[in-house]
């Protein structure tokens, strides 16, 4: 046998109930890291309040959230800067966490698009006291806490 230690998820069986024996309570803890890869300006970007997109150098199109690589035509893709400004598209309001422990939940979540993307990205909405509306203008704002996942460090509130 090998005494090596992989990396990987690493989780613990917190608690166990058996209060009914057809029903039992479990509560799983998972803890583990990963690398944020090529994405990491993305994620920096975000916890400092900014929209860094990706835009493909073969076709001129603009994504936020960015991609590594355009899917017309798998193109070179470089940073650039949006304003942090757009649009929303869709919204919905009520509770809710995100993925990743919890962590800053909206108003509402939309779906919204930025000036200057050429595709969509959800973010929780504060600010319009419910259900974000459709069409309103919006812009990225930096949370100001450490969420537990960079993903969820930022918001968007009425422009
Ligand atoms: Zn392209």
Redesign the pocket.
């Known amino acids: 046998m090998s005494s090596t230690r992989r990396s990987g998820p690493a989780y613990a069986y917190a608690s166990a109930s058996a209060s009914a024996a057809s029903t039992p309570e479990v509560t799983l803890t998972l803890r583990y890291t990963h690398a944020l890869g090529v994405l990491s300006p993305y994620f920096e970007g975000l916890a400092a309040g900014r929209a860094l997109a990706s835009i ?6 603009t994504w936020f959230p960015p991609r590594p690589g ?4 798998a ?1 070179a893709v470089q940073w650039t800067a949006l304003t942090g400004a757009g649009r929303i598209v869709a919204g919905t309001g009520g509770g809710g966490t995100l993925p990743f422990g919890g962590g800053p939940a909206g108003e509402g979540l939309a779906l919204i698009a930025l000036d200057g993307a050429d595709n969509l990205a959800l973010g929780w909405v504060d600010g319009f006291g419910g259900e974000p509306p459709e069409g309103a203008r919006v812009r990225l704002v930096a949370c100001g806490r450490h969420p537990p996942h960079p993903a969820q460090a930022v918001h968007y509130v009425p422009e």
């Open positions: 493909c150098t073969a076709c001129g199109r355009c899917c017309s035509r193109g």
